[in-house]
């Protein structure tokens, strides 16, 4: 009850109304994409799933949801200056995307160390890619100088009323697509996909579980959980490149209220659930992509009595675009 | 006109009928396959392209439509005897699984140089294997064995009417899901897709060209057009395990009548094509089931000024089911 009054007083970034106001915005930009299922991976898991492919998503990925949302928001004035961003990737292919689309640049800060495939997605769309270190400082710190040189505003991948609504729009669809779903599983890095999943979902139907899935070497979002505040990591170690972000403060609020539990992985079991997606079901997913069917499939979750009613999951393959070199090595021919 | 009139005066061994039947009879058995879309393939086409992921069908390949009707156009005493196939995979796995859903035994016949994969998939569906020689003498006497000592019903691959107007159903969903298209691209193996989609697309609007995609090491369906009379390979050399076989006496009438043009070509570009499925589509597909994709990226379609105006083209992506290994080998790492 107190997740619902909360939901109700519209204490977070978002709610159900700015995410079904981002539908209204980005409909006729995006791919509605489709549901997926398949016997055997229902038998593997002992319930129902329902895969929500965001991997065929615009850019490979749910980014471009929220990235449409944020920059379809902007006033004609705000929007001619362009945008700017420093992501691991995706957020940045949706952004440059969602950019060309509305005809404004986008100035995008790239780690050194980000997947070939992701950068190459932000040329391809686009986007003016400025180089960083691999630290988070120097993402910020050349970000910074590129908004005081172009006044361009700067749109964060996930701690942003705006993404988050856009994110949400995955929940609406999915519900819409599969009315049976009792539960969603998703993803957590920063929180922007998860919160707008949460605010969309529990609004509409308060007895859904949410649950998240977090890769064990980069498990800040489990660890906040359980000490009530944001932890953040010194450092990360897994294959789930897109998954290594920190809380935000507009995403930690919904996580801590509305999130059910969140489920921590191996990266082994990432990895057998990828090649489960690439077998099985066909789809062709990044280990971040990937994590919501280990979780589902993980004894921490199967054996838990407490999700044992979880009939139908829908779980969020969030996104496709890795680079089949690492792919292969990933799965340890 | 005389493509119209011959599909009117049902000279074949499928019309528009036995394919809407077909529809009824298994729609509730079949995924209804979603049609996806490129903006970066459109790019790289130079047209508009429909991909009508036959990948995710159950079994991972179009082959469940037309062993499911079938099998589910057999009376109860036959049935009960339960059926038998001689098969390269993805037929065998289709065949097995519709046996399942209607509760009797299929006999299937691989040979020994048959891909794990798609073995695995008969033995996931419950099907019972029996293991051939790699040669099509082999593969046949001993299916003619087990129908001797069974009193199963041999459902051959593609040279039946009920296996044709399954994969028609394919034509159907298609052309309701993107009506805008005016060109469909099928691969050809024994042709048992390829007719069923020439007749109902064909049936539904006559101006609908239907080409199919051939590997050049296995190009018996282009040199039985260009003789007019069914041509058999001595052997076959292509990536594309799944379009080894030959035209049937059932098949080739359509294929000469209806089918507009059949494009060849290399496996490298199969491969290329089979590439940009994963990384630009997120679909994982078979080598056999990217070559519409690589037909119409090739230059002798691009170029061809008769196919100038094909602007939205329809392309079966037949099936998914590829051993990693073999995949990573083909991608030449």
């Given at each position: ?37 398949s016997?055997?991976l229902?038998?593997?898991a ?7 492919c ?63 495939c ?8 686009g ?21 005081q ?21 995955v ?23 998860i ?46 490149d ?22 921590v ?28 069917l ?8 199967k ?21 089949l070199g ?8």
């Open positions: 009850m107190e997740a619902e009054n909360e939901i109700r007083s519209k204490r977070y970034a978002a709610d159900i109304s700015s995410i079904r106001e981002a539908q209204v915005r980005i409909n006729s930009f995006i791919h509605k994409t489709p549901v997926l299922t016997e055997t229902n038998s593997l002992g319930r129902g799933l329902f895969f929500k965001e991997c065929f998503q615009k850019g490979g990925a749910f980014k471009f949801r929220g990235a449409c949302n944020a920059i379809f928001s902007l006033d004609d004035e705000q929007a001619a200056k362009g945008v700017v961003t420093h992501s691991s990737g995706n957020h940045a292919a949706a952004l440059s995307l969602a950019a060309k689309l509305r005809g404004i640049p986008a100035y995008i800060v790239i780690p050194e160390n980000a997947p070939r992701k950068v190459e997605n932000v040329i391809r769309y986007g003016q890619v400025i180089w960083s270190r691999a630290t988070m400082q120097s993402r910020e710190d050349i970000a910074t100088r590129v908004l040189e172009t006044g361009a505003v700067l749109l964060h991948p996930y701690n942003d009323g705006r993404i988050i609504s856009g994110q949400g729009t929940s609406l669809e999915l519900l819409e697509q599969a009315p049976q779903i009792d539960t969603i599983m998703v993803p957590i890095s920063g929180g922007g996909l919160s707008g999943v949460a605010l969309a979902a529990k609004s509409i139907n308060p007895s859904i579980r949410v649950f998240a899935a977090e890769p064990k070497g980069a498990n800040d979002a489990a660890q906040s959980k359980n000490a009530g505040r944001i932890i953040t990591l010194p450092e990360t170690n897994t294959i789930a897109g998954l290594r972000a920190s809380l935000g403060d507009l995403t930690w609020p919904v996580v801590r209220d509305l999130v059910d539990d969140i489920i992985v191996e990266d082994k079991e990432i990895i057998e659930a990828m090649k489960l997606c690439y077998e099985i079901l066909k789809v062709a997913v990044e280990p971040s992509g990937a994590i919501g280990a979780a589902v499939l993980s004894d921490s979750f054996k838990n009595p407490a999700w044992k009613n979880c009939r139908n999951v829908g779980i969020v393959l969030s996104g496709g675009n890795v680079d690492v792919l292969w090595d990933s799965l340890g021919k």
